[in-house]
């Protein structure tokens, strides 16, 4: 199994930018596809970002696109999520999520679906005052 730290969270003024990081260790990193969600109090875990595990594709929710950068780095085994033109409603613990699904890496692609994610960090709590 694959053991994922994040990083980078924290509180910044609307409209500034964040970069999370997420470190993992354990099995082959290349092997997975990775993904950002986030959740806020009282409501369901949210796809944010997801990359596959070349890098060469990625996917956003509607609601980050043009803002907000997932990249990954398999030589240092990180992913990361830039946050730019960040907004009041970005407010939320963000989580970040490894995908082993063998068809998903032949495929090249990453999924958006929290349940196909099988190991997850402790989460980061990133703040966006308005």
């Known amino acids: 199994q694959v053991q994922l730290e994040e990083s980078g969270g924290g509180l910044v003024q609307a409209g500034g930018s964040l970069r999370l990081s997420c470190a993992a260790s354990?099995?082959?990193?290349?092997?997975?596809?990775m993904g950002w969600f986030r959740q806020t109090p009282g409501k369901e875990r949210r796809f944010v970002a997801a990359?596959?595990?070349?890098?060469?594709?990625?996917g956003y929710a509607d609601f980050v696109k043009g803002r907000f950068t997932i990249s990954r780095d398999n030589a240092k085994n990180t992913v990361s999520l830039q946050m730019n033109s960040l907004k009041p409603e970005d407010t939320a613990v963000y989580y970040c999520?490894?995908?082993?699904?063998?068809?998903?890496?032949?495929?090249?692609?990453?999924?958006?679906?929290?349940?196909?994610?099988?190991?997850w960090g402790q989460g980061t709590q990133v703040t966006v005052s308005s």
């Open positions: 999520a490894a995908d082993s699904n063998l068809v998903t890496y032949n495929r090249g692609s990453y999924s958006t679906a929290n349940s196909e994610y099988e190991y």
């Open positions: 354990g099995r082959t990193f290349s092997n997975y596809a």
């Open positions: 990359i596959s595990w070349s890098g060469y594709n990625a």
